[in-house]
């Protein structure tokens, strides 16, 4: 049994963020320890508020699982601040694991959940350090610095974005649409993989990338390659879509479910 470390905000209707990421570690059979680096009010409905957690509890957080816990892989998720991101990054310069970063910048209902100071923080001190960045194409956008025009262009975008962070990216392709999803790899060799899957269905989908990134964390820490460790991760992906289609949990866009 292998250690994962998320570092990632908390979820009050528990479909994404820690709590999902804790489920998604779990059920591969792994132990999960936790870094909280802010606290959301949310329900299926959306985000209704959000608190930083402060410096130095992001920080004794760090410093108790890192002095005690052999910790394996690393998850990243949402991060609202530059300097809540450059105490993460302090910490993770001082081990040799890798880190899978899911770069949270809004939420589905559209609230702001990292200060633009804090992505152009992360793509220059924090991706550098990650085996994989797993943007959706709103975020790849963002982090390139194109607008909605970019869509014309989104392998050469990646390709960019490889080159320019020195680490391997996944497309996420649940924006696009069409009968099929289809996530890409962009890896530093200049190797690139496509994972299409038949789009499913459903109106529970809180948490997919939270799942996805925690997913691909753990199975690196378990040993498989990062495109065996992406592969596995959509399959976990496609079971929580299908298990959790018929979930009625809250009014809104519902959770996966695992289990």
């Not at 402060?54 to 530059?82: C, H, T, W, Y």
């Not at 320019?164 to 289809?182: E, I, N, P, Q």
């Amino acid at each position: 049994m292998k250690t994962i470390l998320t570092i990632a905000g908390s979820d009050s209707g528990a479909g994404a963020g820690i709590q999902q990421d804790l489920k998604t570690i779990t059920a591969l059979g792994h132990y999960a320890v936790t870094v909280l680096t802010a606290l959301t009010a949310q329900n299926t409905m959306g985000v209704k508020m959000v608190m930083s957690v402060p410096d130095d509890m992001l920080r004794a957080q760090l410093d108790a699982v890192f002095s005690d816990m052999n910790v394996a892989a690393v998850k990243v998720g949402m991060i609202p601040d530059e300097q809540s991101a450059r105490i993460i990054v302090e910490s993770l310069l001082q081990i040799d694991v890798p880190v899978v970063c899911d770069p949270v910048m809004f939420s589905t209902s559209g609230t702001q959940l990292m200060s633009d100071g804090c992505i152009e923080y992360i793509k220059e001190n924090l991706f550098p350090l990650c085996a994989l960045v797993t943007p959706n194409i709103p975020e790849a956008l963002r982090l390139a610095g194109v607008g909605s025009d970019g869509h014309d262009d989104l392998d050469g975008i990646c390709r960019c974005l490889v080159d320019s962070y020195h680490c391997a990216f996944l497309l996420k392709g649940g924006h696009a649409t069409g009968s099929v999803m289809r996530d890409v790899l962009y890896e530093c060799d200049g190797s690139i993989r496509e994972y299409c899957s038949k789009r499913i269905d459903s109106h529970n989908l809180h948490g997919t990338g939270c799942t996805l990134s925690s997913a691909v964390a753990t199975l690196l820490a378990a040993g498989r390659s990062l495109p065996d460790a992406v592969k596995g991760a959509k399959l976990i992906i496609d079971k929580g879509i299908t298990q959790g289609c018929d979930l009625r949990i809250g009014k809104g866009n519902g959770p996966l479910w695992l289990f």
